[in-house]
């Protein structure tokens, strides 16, 4: 696979460009639109240190317009922490971290009125994060696995161990391959010996991620998503890594599926090549809909 410096990557076609317009057709042609969107890769590039990863300032101010409309609710569903995106998004959208097993309603608790207008800076964010039970059982268990690992990898060079609380991720993005294959059997190990049956691993763009081992992911948060929206509420899903696949696979025929970069294959209808290419298409998806009417000249 080849790229270019703003993480564009060639090889499957951007099926998401060719049919934009009957896309976003679809996703219009329903009560309501729910966009649940991966944060690094999809909305912000990726980079090689993920404490250095940016929302785009023109994605912020295209994500903003889709929140103000009041048939459409945004979410960020992510890997990272809802602590971790709260400080990289300050708009009150819905953030959905560790894929899937805390939730942050920071809509919930905007004193806005009906048109959505006025200021929320007292109260964005107010609320504490919902958690999954189960996985907040794990967390001695994660935290410990995590500081291990801290031990076990520091001899190893540019690897980064990130407690998350909920779930850990190793990151290898930088290490020569030979390092990087060793830390991926070192992981495997440690998280098999503290695991004992009770924490799961998955691998994932250059990283190594553990949590709880519980049957709950992506595709259930946005399950949990569409059952308080109204009915005939359409669902567009982006992202770029494996944890996006269970996402991808909780759609329905109405609902759209964008598979950011070309890696791997996927189950979502789309794909799109980068960030910048997911920003033009929300941007769009974002724009006034305008009548055949209008559209004709009459």
């Known amino acids: 696979m080849t790229g270019d410096p703003d993480g564009t ?6 099926l ?3 049919d934009r317009a009957e896309v976003i057709s679809t996703l219009r042609s329903g009560s309501h639109l729910l966009c649940c969107l991966d944060f690094d890769g999809t909305l912000a590039p990726i980079v090689d240190d993920p404490d250095e990863a940016t ?9 903003a317009r889709l929140h103000d409309e009041p048939d459409v609710t945004v979410a960020i569903v992510s890997g990272r922490s809802v602590l971790d995106l709260r400080s990289r998004v300050e708009l009150p959208v819905t953030l959905v971290g560790n894929h899937g097993l805390e939730r942050l309603d920071r809509a919930s608790a ?13 109260v964005a964010g107010a609320f504490r994060p919902v958690v999954h039970p189960l996985a907040a059982a794990a967390v001695p268990r994660i935290e410990a696995c995590a500081a291990t690992l801290e031990t076990v990898l520091a001899p190893l060079p540019n690897i980064r161990v990130e407690s998350k609380r909920l779930t850990g991720t190793v990151h290898y993005r930088t290490a020569p391959a030979p390092v990087a294959q060793l830390c991926r059997q070192l992981t495997v190990d440690v998280v098999e010996r503290f695991g004992d049956e009770r924490l799961s691993l ?8 553990f949590g709880p081992a519980i049957e709950w992911g992506k595709g259930d948060a946005v399950e949990l998503l569409r059952n308080e929206h109204p009915r005939g509420t359409r669902i567009l899903v982006c992202g770029d890594d494996t944890t996006d696949e269970d996402a991808f696979r909780a759609l329905r025929r109405s609902d759209v599926g964008v598979r950011v970069g070309d890696r791997t294959r996927s189950t979502a209808r789309y794909r799109t090549d980068s960030p910048r290419t997911v920003r033009e298409f929300l941007d769009q998806l974002a724009a006034p809909v305008l009548s055949e009417t209008v559209a004709c000249g009459d």
Do not use: F
Not at 202 to 209: C, M, P, R, T, Y
């Open 9 to 14: 990557a060639v090889g499957y076609p951007d």
């Open 16 to 18: 998401l460009n060719r």
């Open 55 to 63: 929302l785009p300032p023109a994605t912020e101010r295209v994500l």
């Open 110 to 122: 905007d004193t806005r009125g009906p048109d959505r207008s006025g200021s929320t800076e007292s």
């Open 202 to 209: 998955s691998h994932g763009d250059e990283i190594v991620e």
